[in-house]
């Protein structure tokens, strides 16, 4: 199966994870999504959890950082809603 194809295939059957659900969540109500860089507790969000949410397009990059360009700023996607809209809340 071709990168692309699994890829996709994944992103259309994987469900978000408690901790994915719980960021991905934060940015229904914040202006176009925009995603939180730390949790309720004031940590950074897991790097992990930020690119399992990118791998699987429930979130995309939206602007680079000026002042921490090692920090990505993210927004939640369609698919994210989707996603997110298909689970239970934790």
Known sequence: MPKSAKTTAKAKYSMPTEPQIKWLVRGLSQPGGKLPLFDEEGQK?????????????????WFNNPLKPDWMICKLTDTGRAAIGDCPTP
């Open 45 to 61: 969000v897991s790097e992990r959890t930020v690119k399992s949410c990118l791998e699987n397009g429930w979130a995309e990059p």
